[in-house]
């Protein structure tokens, strides 16, 4: 199984600043690397695939890098909806998909 | 629009069964790969389990023996059977659609609560 580890487990941030959540594989998942959005009571919404493509409707301001076993996900200027937990998740290993245990961005 | 209704949560006490269902609309899932992944109160997400297109079954180990999922091509509609439930296995179960197997899950139903306790 790949496990995939998040960090930090929080980080707290101010709107319009820059955020930055890192999510590392135990072995590599190549770009097979997709990153969550998932607000209380919600569940989670795709924002990136393919370790740096926004799926359909994600504003420009989310960008995903990496590739192999490091990965970043930066959010440019936060917006009070983006206030959330973030989960990495691989998809080399199918059907053993992993998660990461999440990054909770607070205020 | 694509949308995924799960249905069939609730209490139950350990070693019950219960079948949870999600019918989809927007998508045939008899074309594509569903799967269902949950999540325990305040942790991470967890794959359960998929059935692709030509009806073939893959479950995490931590289910294999349990749990069971299928899919009813004229309802448009997959299910998991889960059998001898442990309290582990309390979580929010969401059914999630992928295009490939080599695919992120694009698509979520809303949840549904199963809780295993006496």
């Known amino acids: 199984e790949i496990v995939m580890t998040q960090s930090p487990a929080t980080l707290s941030v101010s709107p319009g600043e820059r955020a930055t959540l890192s999510c590392r594989a135990s072995?590599?998942?190549?770009?097979?690397l997709a990153w969550y959005q998932q607000k209380p009571g919600q569940a989670p919404r795709l924002l990136i695939y393919?370790?740096?493509t926004r799926a359909t409707g994600i504003p420009a301001r989310f960008s995903g890098s990496g590739s192999g076993t490091e990965f970043t996900l930066t959010i440019s200027s936060l917006q009070s909806e983006d206030f959330a937990v973030y989960f990495c998740?691989?998809?080399?290993?199918?059907?053993?998909?992993?998660f990461g245990q999440g990054t909770k961005l607070e205020l | 629009e694509v949308q995924l209704v799960e249905s069939g949560g609730g209490l139950i006490q350990p070693g019950g069964s219960l079948r949870l269902s999600c019918a989809a609309s927007?998508?045939?899932?008899?074309?594509?790969?569903m799967s269902w992944v949950r999540q325990a109160p305040g942790k991470g997400l967890e794959w359960v389990s998929l059935?692709?297109?030509?009806?073939?079954?893959y479950y995490a180990d931590s289910v294999k023996g349990r749990f069971t999922i299928s899919r009813d091509d004229s309802e448009n509609t997959i299910y998991l059977q889960m059998n001898s439930l442990r309290a582990d296995d309390t979580a929010v179960y969401y059914c999630?659609?992928?295009?490939?197997?080599?695919?992120?899950?694009?698509?979520w139903g809303q949840g549904n609560l199963v809780t295993v306790s006496s």
């Open positions: 999630a659609r992928a295009f490939s197997l080599v695919a992120p899950f694009e698509y």
């Open positions: 927007g998508l045939i899932v008899s074309n594509t790969y």
């Open positions: 059935i692709h297109g030509g009806g073939g079954t």
């Open positions: 072995q590599s998942v190549s770009s097979h």
């Open positions: 393919g370790a740096s």
């Open positions: 998740q691989q998809y080399k290993d199918w059907p053993l998909y992993t």
